[in-house]
């Protein structure tokens, strides 16, 4: 389609207007409608007085960030580098359980929410018992996983944060589940659509041995996806952290909990510390996750 | 292998000892293992408080009366009586929400391309060199190549750190800066998703084909002519998949965003949240659940026709 020599009539214009150029030419009108749409005046994109004097201050620090705290604190308070430290640690340990839960649901329910352990040639055995699952309980199951996937992912992990602030109150248990569930309803997703997509011959091959669906599933269709669901879950770790970060803006006590205060007491050397804290730990997560990749995809 | 059937255990035990192993993979699951069970055991979740008799009447009140419809409180659960309730809510307050909240997405996804756009051909190895494509044998390495390496490295750092920090810091420190408008949601959103686009644009450049890519530089292109003209086409559809893989994560956040302050769907949450009306809340939340899954849906066709089209 995109091959102007499939069409003779697109050779002779100048300019063929192909179904690529004719999606990107709708994406820059779509962006301009949106423009008109929003109160977003091109006057509002330079700062105003007291803007000016934020940016000024603020940028001022970006080279300096704060070595030692900007007001007089408690004798007992520990140095701001090990309290940058402790938030950092924090933030990791929220995103490591949030996604350990995460990495259990996106399985369970990725696993059932394909179609390899009920529907077509995988799925082994002619009796009428195996027959009459495969045309009940299994489409029965597959939806439900995967309306409850929708359900899980289609709600921010901040909303579902909101959710559980206002009904359980301050947690750290509501904020590893707010990461848990959207992430898991991704995992679910992808590792669904990963599975699916990943060639059958080794499953077709242990399907003909003998092998259960079970068997069939794990042993001949997750090894030949293992690398891609590999990086993928490690990618979404590193995405963790940023939402593990960003968690501490409602109250919990990772780096985001540590901006927010400084910001709002004016201490911008100390946003500048705890906001290096934050690229440190995401880009070290995000070069690990890159040298991993690489081993596995490779 | 001598027969067919004669797969004996010895043959097995050789190919698993054959297999790929490396000390990176496996240091780093047992990293990761330890880091699961510090996360859980060393005292920072304290998931058994989440059923406390504490947390639990807390539970007990949200579920029975907080997202209950002021109006609807103390009556039976009528069905239809509180889909009449949302329809006000959504046609009060949500819909215009919902409508800002796209376009806030879609300005920002735009703005976000064209600044990947710009940026992922100068962070792409293979053109910012002195010679793209050309002959390895004239590849200098004086000045020039320096020059152009030190440029690429500048370019990828600066997108790491503009996808490093997450949207809502970026929306947070905007904010204070650029006062209210639907700017500093737009820019957040754009700036985040631009280093986003832009590292995997440069990836799709350097993973291209280089053979046609060579003839254009054979028969005289400059290195414009090569990107614009030659790269930009032949990674079209990817920079296209990804574009709308983004437009989804997009709007999830365009509606969180507006809890700082700017009117999209996630001003209205926040709203409910301070006065605690957390029936006007739910709803909004549920506003908000349809409009992604909306989107994803949109994207997820327009991705399919472009596979398809590839």
Request: hydrophobic share 55%; proline share 5%; with cysteine.
């Given at each position: 389609m995109s091959n102007p020599r499939a069409s003779p009539d697109a050779r002779r214009r100048p300019f063929p207007i192909t179904p690529r150029i004719a999606v990107a030419l709708s994406i820059l009108v779509a962006g301009a409608l949106a423009w008109m749409v929003l109160d977003a005046p091109f006057a509002k994109l330079v700062p105003q007085e007291g803007g000016l004097r934020v940016v000024r201050a603020f940028f001022a620090r970006a080279l300096t960030p704060?070595?030692?705290?900007e007001s007089p604190v408690p004798e007992s308070t520990p140095h701001i580098l090990m309290q940058a430290l402790a938030a950092a640690r924090r933030t990791l340990v929220f995103a490591a359980a949030g996604m350990s839960v995460a990495l259990v649901l996106g399985i369970v329910l990725g696993f059932l929410s394909t179609t390899a352990w009920w529907a077509?040639?995988?799925?082994g055995g002619s009796s009428p018992l195996r027959r009459a699952l495969a045309r009940t309980v299994g489409p029965a199951v597959w939806s439900a996983s995967r309306a409850l996937i929708v359900l899980m992912r289609s709600v921010h992990e901040l909303l579902w944060a909101v959710l559980f602030l206002a009904a359980f109150g301050l947690n750290t248990g509501g904020a590893v589940a707010a990461i848990a569930i959207p992430y898991g309803g991704t995992l679910a997703k992808i590792f669904s659509e990963m599975v699916e997509e990943t060639p059958r011959d080794a499953a077709l091959a242990l399907r003909g041995a003998g092998a259960g669906p079970l068997q069939v599933f794990f042993f001949g269709l997750v090894p030949r996806a293992g690398p891609d669901l590999a990086a993928y879950a490690f990618y979404r770790f590193e995405c963790a952290v940023r939402s593990a970060a960003v968690?501490?803006?409602?109250?919990?006590?990772?780096l985001g909990y540590a901006i927010a205060q400084s910001f709002e007491n004016l201490h911008y050397g100390e946003v500048w510390t705890y906001l290096y804290a934050l690229v440190v730990l995401v880009v070290t997560i995000e070069l690990w996750s890159g040298a991993l990749r690489r081993r596995f995809v490779a | 292998m001598t027969s067919r059937t004669a797969i004996t255990t010895l043959d097995v035990e050789a190919l698993r000892r054959a297999r790929p192993r490396s000390t990176l993979v496996r240091v780093s699951v047992l990293a990761l293992l330890a880091l699961v069970a510090y996360a859980w055991l060393g005292g920072d979740i304290q998931v058994e408080d989440l059923f406390s008799p504490r947390r639990r009447e807390n539970l007990e009140r949200f579920v029975?009366?907080?997202?209950?419809?002021f109006a609807l409180?103390?009556?039976?659960?009528n069905a239809a009586q509180y889909l009449e309730y949302a329809r006000g809510l959504a046609l009060d307050r949500g819909f215009s929400g919902l409508g800002s909240t796209l376009a806030i997405s879609v300005l920002a996804i735009v703005l976000a391309a064209c600044g990947a756009l710009s940026l992922a051909f100068l962070a792409a190895r293979n053109v910012a060199?002195?010679?793209?494509?050309?002959d390895r044998v004239l590849r200098d390495s004086g000045v020039r190549s320096r020059a152009w390496n030190a440029l690429a490295v500048v370019v990828r750092a600066a997108l790491i750190l503009l996808r490093a920090i997450p949207e809502y810091i970026w929306a947070f420190l905007l904010l204070a800066m650029l006062g209210t408008s639907a700017w500093p949601a737009v820019l957040a959103l754009a700036i985040h998703n631009a280093g986003i686009l832009g590292k995997l644009g440069a990836e799709t450049v350097e993973n291209l084909d280089p053979r046609p890519l060579s003839a254009l530089r054979a028969a005289g292109g400059s290195r414009a002519q090569i990107a614009w003209l030659g790269a930009l086409p032949l990674a079209a559809n990817r920079f296209l998949l990804y574009f709308f893989y983004r437009f989804e994560t997009c709007v999830r956040e365009a509606t969180v965003l507006g809890m700082l302050g700017v009117v999209s769907l996630g001003y209205w949450i926040q709203d409910s949240r301070a006065k605690q009306y957390y029936d006007e809340m739910v709803v909004f939340v549920a506003l908000g659940a349809a409009l992604v899954l909306a989107a994803d849906l949109a994207s997820a066709i327009v991705r399919r026709a472009l596979r398809r089209a590839q």
């Amino acid at each position: 389609m995109s091959n102007p020599r499939a069409s003779p009539d697109a050779r002779r214009r100048p300019f063929p207007i192909t179904p690529r150029i004719a999606v990107a030419l709708s994406i820059l009108v779509a962006g301009a409608l949106a423009w008109m749409v929003l109160d977003a005046p091109f006057a509002k994109l330079v700062p105003q007085e007291g803007g000016l004097r934020v940016v000024r201050a603020f940028f001022a620090r970006a080279l300096t960030p704060a070595l030692d705290y900007e007001s007089p604190v408690p004798e007992s308070t520990p140095h701001i580098l090990m309290q940058a430290l402790a938030a950092a640690r924090r933030t990791l340990v929220f995103a490591a359980a949030g996604m350990s839960v995460a990495l259990v649901l996106g399985i369970v329910l990725g696993f059932l929410s394909t179609t390899a352990w009920w529907a077509g040639d995988l799925v082994g055995g002619s009796s009428p018992l195996r027959r009459a699952l495969a045309r009940t309980v299994g489409p029965a199951v597959w939806s439900a996983s995967r309306a409850l996937i929708v359900l899980m992912r289609s709600v921010h992990e901040l909303l579902w944060a909101v959710l559980f602030l206002a009904a359980f109150g301050l947690n750290t248990g509501g904020a590893v589940a707010a990461i848990a569930i959207p992430y898991g309803g991704t995992l679910a997703k992808i590792f669904s659509e990963m599975v699916e997509e990943t060639p059958r011959d080794a499953a077709l091959a242990l399907r003909g041995a003998g092998a259960g669906p079970l068997q069939v599933f794990f042993f001949g269709l997750v090894p030949r996806a293992g690398p891609d669901l590999a990086a993928y879950a490690f990618y979404r770790f590193e995405c963790a952290v940023r939402s593990a970060a960003v968690l501490g803006f409602f109250g919990f006590p990772t780096l985001g909990y540590a901006i927010a205060q400084s910001f709002e007491n004016l201490h911008y050397g100390e946003v500048w510390t705890y906001l290096y804290a934050l690229v440190v730990l995401v880009v070290t997560i995000e070069l690990w996750s890159g040298a991993l990749r690489r081993r596995f995809v490779a | 292998m001598t027969s067919r059937t004669a797969i004996t255990t010895l043959d097995v035990e050789a190919l698993r000892r054959a297999r790929p192993r490396s000390t990176l993979v496996r240091v780093s699951v047992l990293a990761l293992l330890a880091l699961v069970a510090y996360a859980w055991l060393g005292g920072d979740i304290q998931v058994e408080d989440l059923f406390s008799p504490r947390r639990r009447e807390n539970l007990e009140r949200f579920v029975t009366t907080d997202v209950v419809p002021f109006a609807l409180r103390g009556t039976d659960w009528n069905a239809a009586q509180y889909l009449e309730y949302a329809r006000g809510l959504a046609l009060d307050r949500g819909f215009s929400g919902l409508g800002s909240t796209l376009a806030i997405s879609v300005l920002a996804i735009v703005l976000a391309a064209c600044g990947a756009l710009s940026l992922a051909f100068l962070a792409a190895r293979n053109v910012a060199t002195p010679t793209p494509f050309g002959d390895r044998v004239l590849r200098d390495s004086g000045v020039r190549s320096r020059a152009w390496n030190a440029l690429a490295v500048v370019v990828r750092a600066a997108l790491i750190l503009l996808r490093a920090i997450p949207e809502y810091i970026w929306a947070f420190l905007l904010l204070a800066m650029l006062g209210t408008s639907a700017w500093p949601a737009v820019l957040a959103l754009a700036i985040h998703n631009a280093g986003i686009l832009g590292k995997l644009g440069a990836e799709t450049v350097e993973n291209l084909d280089p053979r046609p890519l060579s003839a254009l530089r054979a028969a005289g292109g400059s290195r414009a002519q090569i990107a614009w003209l030659g790269a930009l086409p032949l990674a079209a559809n990817r920079f296209l998949l990804y574009f709308f893989y983004r437009f989804e994560t997009c709007v999830r956040e365009a509606t969180v965003l507006g809890m700082l302050g700017v009117v999209s769907l996630g001003y209205w949450i926040q709203d409910s949240r301070a006065k605690q009306y957390y029936d006007e809340m739910v709803v909004f939340v549920a506003l908000g659940a349809a409009l992604v899954l909306a989107a994803d849906l949109a994207s997820a066709i327009v991705r399919r026709a472009l596979r398809r089209a590839q």
